[in-house]
């Protein structure tokens, strides 16, 4: 299975908005709603930030939103600030019964 | 809440096996949960190796099925993996990890979390 397909970084100001995509096939991020995102800041464990596509954990902030067309999903973050600067990950359930991961993307607030 | 903590030697020698337990608190590993290891080599991206269920039915990702095992002790309220023949490739942080999202009552299969703090392990003669 090859990984989902991210941009290897982006970058925005702080209060801007930003957008990473995530790129599948219909086997995995197209054929269900089983997406889900994970934020990581260096040295420390993912931490999962969307699940179900659009769906925030409690204690989420609602700066992150996510959404998905066709095989590709997108998670966004409006009024960036500094302590979004992280790699963005992320992952959907497939047809084989397994789990799948994007290549990350590492997100610089400048 | 559910906590994990990995355990497991830090160094493995080429052509050995590579063993780690993942202890759970806080919550039954016989919860309608799927438990999972997930890997990442230093510098780079996340890696899914595989997942069990409390009643032992296992996923594993196609490139590594040959060479793992993930298995479960539910006396112990705790999964393991074994990782046959490993080479440097295989350095790694490793992470366990319970599959879906659970807040009180409501549970999602989907998602990955929480996670442990990770583990590094080195193949290295």
């Known amino acids: 299975q090859s990984a989902l397909t991210q941009p290897a970084s982006v970058s925005g100001s702080p209060g801007q908005s930003i957008t990473i995509s995530c790129t599948g096939t219909?086997?995995?991020?197209?054929?269900?709603?089983?997406v889900s995102w994970y934020q990581q800041h260096p040295g420390n464990a993912p931490k999962l930030i969307i699940y179900?596509?659009?769906n925030r954990p409690s204690g989420v902030s609602n700066r992150f939103s996510g959404s998905k067309s066709g095989n590709t999903a997108s998670l966004t973050i409006s009024g960036l600030q500094a302590e979004d600067e992280a790699d963005y990950y992320c992952?959907?359930?497939?047809?084989?019964?397994?789990?799948?991961f994007g290549g990350g993307t590492k997100l610089t607030v400048l | 809440q559910v906590q994990l903590q990995e355990s497991g030697p830090g160094l493995v020698k080429p052509s050995g096996t590579l063993s780690l337990t993942c202890a759970v608190s806080?919550?039954?590993?016989?919860?309608?949960?799927?438990w999972s290891w997930v890997r990442q080599p230093p510098g780079k991206g996340l890696e899914w190796i595989g997942e069990?269920?409390?009643?032992?039915?296992?996923n594993y990702n196609p490139s590594l099925k040959s060479r793992v095992t993930i298995s479960v002790d539910k006396s112990k309220n705790r999964f393991s993996l074994k990782l046959t023949s490993v080479t440097a490739a295989d350095t790694a942080v490793y992470y366990c990890?319970?599959?879906?999202?659970?807040?009180?009552?409501?549970?999602?299969?989907?998602?990955?979390?929480?996670w442990g703090q990770g583990t590094l392990v080195t193949v290295s003669s």
């Open positions: 992952g959907s359930y497939t047809g084989s019964s397994t789990v799948i």
């Open positions: 069990i269920y409390h009643s032992g039915s296992t």
């Open positions: 179900e596509v659009s």
């Open positions: 806080g919550g039954s590993i016989s919860s309608s949960n799927w």
């Open positions: 219909s086997s995995d991020v197209g054929g269900y709603n089983y």
């Open positions: 990890a319970r599959v879906g999202y659970c807040s009180g009552t409501f549970c999602s299969p989907v998602g990955i979390d929480p």
